[in-house]
Each structure stands twice: as structure tokens, then as C-alpha cells.
């Protein structure tokens, strides 16, 4: 009984590269959500999908992040052009329901850009 | 906009000792209180989450004291223990809004042996 699946778990890019990260949700679970961690604070939320839907990007910044949870296969959260403020560790978390309910996180990809 | 203050940022406490977190919200839709427990290099963990229907919730060592007209809530670790030691992270959202979880800025505790 697998839990979330988040890789890769360690991501080094240099500038101007692109990142892209990797959650499969726990079985049965149709809700994805990713947040981003800054060293020393709290999670914040980013965007919200469910399968083929983006349901909420409002914690997305404008430009250069774009996320996706096709039919099949993982979601991805890509950042295109990285930049050093990009350094972050970026959780994903996975609900059965899109009600207030226990959302499970993965261990997290922690971004480091040189 | 930081909607949910959380303190102390750090905490230490002796082995035995009670370990008092505390939160403060102001979006008065938000109907679910989690708290999660996050170790170093790891994703946070629901430790244990209240509604505002009840004013507390106890499993095992860990209580969640909750006061909607104050639009506070807290987390009481009874018997604290050195595996304890980890970050703790408040949090808060809306039915309708799923899982989409506002944080508090978290509280670093240690149990002193």
C-alpha cells in the first residue's frame, strides 16, 4: 500500500534549465495538490488538480510554472527558465475526496539551483 | 497575506514535560484544523485534526484545544518524549476548497532528555 510517490527526491539545475517533478498519488486517490517549502518556513499551497483538471492555481507564480495530472500517469509540476529563488523543497499531497479531509504528503523533491 | 500566525517558532521542552502550540486564524469560513508533524528530509505527517464543532479532540499524548469566537486553536503534547522532537505545522481550510491547506510558518520543538 504504496504512499505518495514523489521523484525525484533530490533536483539539481542550473540556471535557466528546466525542473520537472514527479507525484503519484496514493491509490485511489483522484485529488493532487502541491505546495512549495522555503528553508526555514511553512508550506505553501500552489495548485490544485484532479485528473485532466486544474481545479485551483491560485498559489502559482505567473510565470514559468505550469502543472499537469494527465489521465494516465504521474502529475507533474514543471518550472521552466529555473532561477536561485526556485531552491525549495515542493511537496505534493493526495486526498480521495475535494472535501476538507486528510490529505497525505509525499517525502518531497528538494530543488536546489546552482 | 498570512492567514494562519502560529508560535512559539521554537520550543524546548524536558522529556515529560507539556508542549503548548499555538494558532491563531482569520478567514472565518476555514472549517478544518489539522495539525501535521514533519521530520528533517521528510513530508509532513497528519498527526491529528478537529472541525469547529467540537472545542477538543484528544488521541493518545495529543490534544487539539479548539476556541472558534477567539479563532484560535492549539496543540497540547502531553508526556513529551525526545521522539517528539520535530517541526509541527498548524493548518487550516475550507469545505469547499478541498485540501487546499493555509500553513502557519511552523514550530520547531525539542525534548531534552
Known amino acids: 500500500n504504496a504512499g505518495v510517490m514523489q521523484n525525484p527526491r533530490h533536483l539539481v539545475r542550473r540556471r535557466g534549465q528546466e525542473a520537472r517533478l514527479r507525484c503519484s498519488p496514493m491509490?485511489?486517490?483522484?485529488?493532487v495538490y502541491w505546495y512549495r517549502q522555503l528553508p526555514e518556513e511553512g508550506l505553501k499551497f500552489m495548485v490544485y488538480?484532479?485528473?485532466?483538471?486544474?481545479?485551483?492555481e491560485s498559489g502559482m507564480p505567473k510565470e514559468r510554472f505550469s502543472a499537469e495530472f494527465p489521465k494516465e500517469g504521474p502529475s507533474i509540476l514543471r518550472i521552466q527558465q529555473v532561477v536561485r529563488g526556485d531552491s525549495a523543497a515542493y511537496f505534493c499531497?493526495?486526498?480521495?475526496?475535494?472535501?476538507?479531509?486528510?490529505?497525505?504528503f509525499g517525502q518531497g523533491t528538494r530543488l536546489t539551483v546552482v | 497575506q498570512q492567514q494562519v500566525k502560529q508560535s512559539p517558532q521554537s520550543l524546548i521542552v524536558q522529556k515529560g514535560g507539556i508542549s503548548i502550540i499555538n494558532c491563531a486564524y482569520e478567514?472565518?469560513?476555514?472549517?478544518?484544523f489539522p495539525w501535521y508533524q514533519q521530520f528533517p528530509g521528510k513530508g509532513p505527517a497528519l498527526l491529528i485534526a478537529?472541525?469547529?464543532?467540537?472545542s477538543e479532540k484528544k488521541e493518545g499524548r495529543f490534544t487539539i484545544s479548539f476556541n472558534k469566537s477567539a479563532k484560535q486553536f492549539s496543540l497540547h503534547i502531553m508526556d513529551s518524549q525526545p521522539g517528539d522532537s520535530a517541526t509541527y505545522f498548524c493548518?487550516?481550510?475550507?469545505?469547499?476548497?478541498?485540501?487546499?491547506?493555509?500553513f502557519g510558518g511552523g514550530t520547531r520543538l525539542m525534548v531534552k532528555p
Open positions: 499531497a493526495s486526498s480521495q475526496t475535494g472535501g476538507s479531509t486528510e490529505a497525505f
Open positions: 491509490k485511489g486517490h483522484s485529488h
Open positions: 488538480l484532479q485528473k485532466e483538471n486544474i481545479i485551483d
Open positions: 478567514n472565518t469560513a476555514f472549517d478544518y
Open positions: 478537529i472541525r469547529p464543532d467540537v
Open positions: 493548518a487550516a481550510s475550507k469545505g469547499n476548497a478541498g485540501n487546499m491547506l493555509t
